[in-house]
């Protein structure tokens, strides 16, 4: 690896963060399935029976991960990403994110509209006349394709409301 690679998020923190998450997920699957009921009955086992079971396989996989982390990695120093590639993919994280976000708010055509306009003119580097009708187009392509082809609604937000569709 080059000198820059030196500068980067190592391969054990990584390992070590999503033994974490999944271990998280999994404790959160058991928690659930307590609250619904886990145990087993006089008619067989409660809603939550089988699901704690599952969740509880991968708190117990998760801390398999952290263990082989510590074994194999721990002192390996190997780099999983450095930071230059690190900001290439947040160049392309980020705006997902933030479309994700945008379309639980706002919904999907918003989203679509605002992630497509933006990576046009940010990323893509067109101007901001070509960038804002080609997300507008696409969202409204997609509106015509679901809502009127396939008559499929999909989440509008609070535009649903505002122009009094359905």
């Known amino acids: 690896m ?3 690679s ?3 998020v ?3 923190a990584v390992e070590l963060g999503m033994a974490g998450l999944t271990g998280a997920f999994g404790a959160a699957v058991c928690y659930g399935s307590i609250d619904v009921g886990a145990g087993w009955t006089d008619m067989g086992p409660d809603a939550g029976y089988f699901p704690f079971y599952v969740g ?4 117990l996989g998760s801390l398999v991960n952290a263990v082989q982390a510590f074994v194999k990695h721990r002192s390996a120093g190997e780099i999983f990403i450095d930071l230059a590639r690190l900001k290439v ?3 392309f994280l980020l705006p997902l994110l933030a479309f994700a976000a945008i379309s639980a708010w706002l919904g999907l055509y918003v989203g679509t509209a605002l992630y497509i306009a933006a990576t046009t003119f940010l990323q893509g580097r067109y101007k901001w006349w070509i960038a804002l009708p080609a997300g507008i187009g696409v969202s409204l392509f ?3 394709v679901f809502e009127i082809g396939f008559q499929v609604p999909l989440l509008k937000g609070p535009v649903e409301a505002w122009l ?3």
């Open 164 to 166: 009094g569709l359905y």
């Open 2 to 4: 080059s000198d820059n």
């Open 10 to 12: 190592s391969r054990f």
């Open 142 to 144: 997609f509106f015509i």
């Open 89 to 91: 993919v947040g160049s």
């Open 56 to 59: 509880l396989l991968i708190v």
């Open 6 to 8: 030196a500068n980067g």
